[in-house]
T-cell receptor, first 112, second 111 residues
């Protein structure tokens, strides 16, 4: 158990809908990262937050957004969903940006 | 951005043999070099890492070697066991950036 909790584990939704994925980092970790894993693209970095502030952006679509709350949990919002958004979404946390990152179990999103 | 390549993409070894996976990166500023193991249905798990001021690090059956000049680092697993079967990812990290994952190597250890 990495100490990073993601909910829900599975999510099935229709095209055009909006979903929210939730991540609780390890106790004491200030950085949260979101990654998307699909079969053909591997693990793609989406966005990083550090202590409530956006720190870095990767290949995140405009339809996607995230935030980190004062209690350090984070949410990833995916809107206007398309079939191609079906993937595993992972959250990871670390103490800071230079330390080991620990991953949650992921949320499997299926868009139908 | 950083270009990361892993080789091989699949690797099959017999139990007890050694396995080596190589990761090549492009950003010479990278200074943190971790390897992650991902089992089916689980998130990636850090198994070993090395920083740029060290050339080699060992943890029981697992070792990582770094060649900063050539911009590559390798994962070495000795005395492989069936439970080593998984997908392994390298993820070199330049300062101020997130981990940049390779496409993964699927390792199968057959009894």
């Amino acid at each position: 158990d990495s100490g990073v909790t993601q909910t829900p584990k599975h999510l099935i939704t229709a095209t055009g809908q909006r979903v929210t994925l939730r991540c609780s980092p390890r106790s004491g970790d200030l950085s949260v990262y979101w990654y998307q894993q699909s079969l053909d693209q591997g693990l793609q970095f989406l966005i990083q937050y550090y202590n409530g502030e956006e720190r870095a952006k990767g290949n995140i679509l405009e339809r996607f957004s995230a935030q980190q709350f004062p209690d350090l949990h984070s949410e990833l919002n995916l809107s206007s969903l398309e079939l191609g958004d079906s993937a595993l979404y992972f959250c990871a946390s670390s103490v800071g940006g230079k330390h080991e990152a620990f991953f949650g179990q992921g949320t499997r999103l299926t868009v139908v | 951005g950083e270009n990361v390549e892993q080789h091989p993409s699949t690797l099959s070894v017999q139990e007890g043999d050694s396995a080596v996976i190589k990761c090549t990166y492009s950003d010479s500023a990278s200074n943190y070099f971790p390897w992650y193991k991902q089992e089916l249905g689980k998130g990636p798990q850090l198994i070993i890492d090395i920083r740029s001021n060290v050339g080699e690090k060992k943890d029981q059956r697992i070792a990582v070697t770094l060649n900063k000049t050539a911009k590559h680092f390798s994962l070495h697993i000795t005395e492989t066991q069936p439970e080593d079967s998984a997908v392994y990812f390298c993820a070199p990290q330049p300062p101020g950036y997130a981990l940049n994952f390779g496409k993964g190597t699927s390792l199968l250890v057959t009894p």
